[in-house]
């Protein structure tokens, strides 16, 4: 398994700035993810975090508003750019231990929660 | 559309009450994953079915997934307090470590 902190664990921020969490797992790991919960909603994917290049965004996230940097194996940030209320969300990063499992078990940390004003 | 849709999306019970969330699905699947969030905390993976018709249990929770791999259902037997949280069926995204999550069911069970 993996221990996976964040930080920060919650934050109340104002409209037009901007929030970089930060992710640290206690091994190195190859798959690194960022997924967003909405309130009272369920997971979505943000992007995959590549060490040593550019993340891999999903449909509907661009890099402008979700810069992600992965300089290591064991951590990771996301910037909430630009940060409107409807980035009220919880932030959650993952990792796959196995690195290319196929439906391999994924860790989650705590999660971010983020409030825009 | 969702890839995964959960049925239902809330439940609330009382203690010792047995209950079945479902995870359906018109695609075909060769894994899928039932993971458990709690208030505050990070998804935790409780089971990975991986062969049509199979049946896991954990304890008081039966997972099974369907024949032909396109749904799947968590029962829980006597619930307790402790169950309560937001359960979450998983799948990867074809030939990818990319997890794709249903919709969620929130249950609260009451002592």
């Known amino acids: 398994s993996a221990v996976i902190s964040q930080k920060p664990s919650r934050d109340i921020c104002q409209r037009g700035t901007s929030l970089t969490i930060q992710c640290q797992v206690d091994?190195?790991?190859?798959?690194m993810f960022w997924y967003r919960q909405q309130p009272g909603q369920s997971l979505t994917l943000i992007a995959t975090?590549?060490?040593?290049?550019?993340?891999?965004?999903e449909s509907g996230f661009v890099i402008d508003k979700f810069p992600i940097s992965r300089p290591n194996l064991t951590f990771s940030t996301l910037t909430v750019s630009n940060m409107s209320p409807e980035d009220s969300s919880i932030y959650l990063c993952?990792?796959?231990?196995?690195?290319?499992?196929?439906?391999?078990?994924?860790?989650f940390g705590p999660g971010t929660r983020l409030l825009v004003l | 559309t969702q890839l995964l849709e959960q049925s239902p999306q809330f439940l609330s019970i009382q203690e010792g009450e047995n209950l079945t969330v479902y995870c359906n699905s018109s695609?075909?699947?060769?894994?899928l994953q039932w993971y458990r969030q709690e208030p505050g905390e990070g998804p935790v993976l409780l089971v990975t079915?991986?062969?049509?018709?199979e049946v896991k249990k954990l304890k008081r929770l039966t997972f099974q997934f369907g024949d032909a791999r396109k749904d799947s259902s968590l029962h829980i037997t006597a619930a307790q307090p402790g169950d309560t949280g937001l359960y979450l069926c998983?799948?990867?995204?074809?030939?990818?470590?990319?997890?794709?999550f249903g919709t969620g069911t929130r249950l609260q069970v009451f002592p």
């Open positions: 993952s990792v796959g231990l196995l690195g290319g499992g196929y439906g391999e078990t994924q860790y």
């Open positions: 091994s190195q790991v190859t798959m």
């Open positions: 975090a590549n060490q040593g290049s550019e993340a891999t965004y």
């Open positions: 695609s075909v699947f060769s894994s």
């Open positions: 079915v991986v062969t049509g018709g």
């Open positions: 998983a799948v990867a995204s074809y030939n990818t470590d990319k997890l794709i």
